[in-house]
T-cell receptor, first 115, second 118 residues
Framework: DGGITQSPKYLFRKEGQNVTLSCEQN?????MYWYRQDPGQGLRLIYY???????QKGDIAEGYSVSREKKESFPLTVTSAQKNPTAFYLCASSIFIRDRGLSAFFGQGTRLTVV | AQKVTQAQTEISVVEKEDVTLDCVYE???????LFWYKQPPSGELVFLIR??????QNEISGRYSWNFQKSTSSFNFTITASQVVDSAVYFC???????????????FGKGTKLSVKP
């Protein structure tokens, strides 16, 4: 089945450690995104990539890094510089179809907890 | 700049009541897309609807209906005869998009938590 797969579903990190969240899509979408969700805050954009080997910072990129070496994959690394990393992380991909518009799809999310 | 405002943080209704979730947006683009997503307690975002800025027709899908009004920059969502299974957080989102193909990012409102009590 086509879709977006995020792994792991739950992740625990010790303070000072870097962790990498995986996001893979087989929808052949060019654009991919990472969002962070905190209670009552909605979804905030961390990074996005509209093409392989290129990515842009979103609203809250500090303490995070990404790579886009393959169209299918957009991993997010939460570095030790991120002071409050405990949150729910959602990956998305999108495609723009002429005359139909933008379609965006989300993974099931990764819940990261700092212990 | 883009902005999406969902002024209702939480709404609680009794089953079978109708409920409307408000969404107001800001954008300078003439071409843009509006979305509603549902987030049940499990966390995944479930796509409900996409509306293009050049299509102001309202839409009905079963118990769900959407009212898009460009004059007031609003895209409200109504659930008729609500059910307990409708309990979730609902997000409105906006994307500006160049018709030539470049893709804008999805900007989300803060969400409205709907609780439907039996």
């Amino acid at each position: 089945d086509g879709g977006i797969t995020q792994s792991p579903k739950y992740l625990f990190r010790k303070e000072g450690q870097n962790v990498t969240l995986s996001c893979e899509q087989n929808l052949n979408h060019d654009a991919m995104y990472w969002y962070r969700q905190d209670p009552g805050q909605g979804l905030r954009l961390i990074y996005y990539s509209q093409i392989v080997n290129d990515f842009q910072k979103g609203d809250i990129a500090e303490g995070y890094s990404v790579s886009r070496e393959k169209k299918e994959s957009f991993p997010l690394t939460v570095t030790s510089a991120q002071k409050n990393p405990t949150a729910f992380y959602l990956c998305a991909s999108s495609i723009f179809i002429r005359d139909r518009g933008l379609s965006a799809f989300f993974g099931q999310g990764t819940r990261l907890t700092v212990v | 700049a883009q902005k999406v405002t969902q002024a209702q943080t939480e709404i609680s209704v009794v089953e079978k009541e109708d409920v409307t979730l408000d969404c107001v947006y800001e954008t300078r683009d003439t071409t843009y897309y509006l979305f509603w997503y549902k987030q049940p307690p499990s966390g995944e975002l479930v796509f409900l609807i996409r509306r293009n800025s050049f299509d102001e027709q309202n839409e009905i899908s079963g118990r769900y209906s959407w009212n898009f009004q460009k004059s007031t920059s609003s895209f409200n969502f109504t659930i008729t005869a609500s059910q307990v299974v409708d309990s979730a957080v609902y997000f409105c989102a906006l994307s500006e998009s160049n018709y030539g193909g470049s893709q804008g990012n999805l900007i989300f409102g803060k969400g409205t938590k709907l609780s439907v009590k039996p």
